[in-house]
């Protein structure tokens, strides 16, 4: 948790240095409006890119292929979209090049290799190397198991 705050920290520094380096050579106004410009062509940039990446899933499930290299690719465009809000040059770089197929692709694959993310029909579930262990409702190779029991109930939300 540390080492996330200080991370921060040091973005939300180099961001403001950058940001007052640029101001001071073009001036506070057209700074801005750079920023503010980054802020909707990004996002522009993001639509346009998660539609090919949702077109490019369907493909795949409509031939009956697991889309895992685009499910990683659409959490890579939310996080570049993410970024190029974020007022700041560095972190609208940073979310430029996730907009790049090629960086996006070879990101997925790098994760998807590491036996961190694995596909099943139902979703998402994690990989071997889990650092939570094995939970009371998989098998003792950390696989969800098949046919459990289910408990049906009612339940009132009291105020």
Do not use: C, Y
């Not at 007052?20 to 920023?35: F, H, K, N, Q, R």
């Not at 596909?119 to 579930?125: C, L, S, V």
């Amino acid at each position: 948790m540390g080492k996330l705050f200080l991370l921060l920290v040091g973005l939300v520094v180099l961001e403001l240095t950058v940001m007052i380096e640029v101001g001071s050579v073009i001036g506070a106004l057209p700074t801005v409006g750079l920023l503010i410009l980054t802020a909707i062509l990004g996002s522009s940039l993001v639509r346009s890119e998660g539609l090919k990446t949702l077109f490019s899933a369907q493909q795949k499930m409509q031939q009956g292929e697991m889309p895992g290299r685009e499910v990683m690719g659409g959490m890579m465009l939310a996080l570049a979209g993410l970024l190029l809000i974020i007022p700041g040059f560095v972190t609208d770089f940073f979310g430029i090049l996730l907009l790049q197929p090629w960086l996006r692709n070879k990101l997925a694959d790098k994760l998807i290799g590491s036996n961190q993310f694995r596909m099943q029909m139902g979703g998402f579930h994690q990989g071997a190397q889990s650092p939570f262990g094995p939970s009371s409702s998989d098998d003792h190779l950390g696989q969800p198991k098949q046919g459990g029991t289910t408990i049906e109930g009612e339940f009132e939300r009291k105020e």
